[in-house]
């Protein structure tokens, strides 16, 4: 892999470096990006969580890249793992608004607020740490929208 294309990815077609909450535009990308594949070209949303699992590897080895590059153990511009997360939690999701709006609240708030252990997960070595914590968060994040999907919204 290029050390261009693994910036690129890392920092998810460069959201990542928008100058306030770079995670949450990284989010707000995959969101998007999500919403097109599921709602315009009609692919099911569970598969978002087939594309997040397919995605991680390259989300830990170009975190870490980007990591080693930028002299910084889990550096901003890297969203990539937004991305990860974000569809691991609308996998959950229906062709819902109020679910698609809760996949993505639920999960930049659990990323931002890290609470059941999931802020533990950042201590792993390398790409793994800046990764694992938004699985956590998505994983949290999908059970939330299950529920909300269950209670019928």
Not at 8 to 25: D, E, M
Not at 97 to 108: D, E, G, S, T, Y
Not at 135 to 146: E, F
């Amino acid at each position: 892999m290029t050390e261009r294309l693994a910036m690129t990815l890392a920092t998810w077609f460069y959201s990542g470096y928008v100058p306030a909450a770079p995670g949450t535009a990284g989010s707000v990308l995959a969101w998007a990006m999500a919403w097109l594949v599921v709602h315009r070209l009609g692919v099911p949303a569970w598969a978002l969580g087939i594309a997040a699992l397919a995605l991680t590897p390259v989300a830990v080895k170009t975190s870490e890249f980007a990591a080693t590059r930028l002299g910084s153990r889990d550096p901003s511009v890297v969203v990539i793992d937004e991305v990860v997360g974000q569809w691991i939690a609308l996998a959950a999701a229906s062709n819902s608004w109020p679910q698609w709006i809760a996949a993505l609240v639920l999960f930049r708030v659990l990323d931002i607020a890290k609470p059941l252990g999931i802020r533990r997960l950042e201590a792993l070595a390398g790409g793994k740490g800046v990764v694992a914590d938004d699985i956590g968060a998505g994983a949290c994040a999908m059970i939330g929208v299950a529920a909300v999907r269950w209670l019928g919204f």
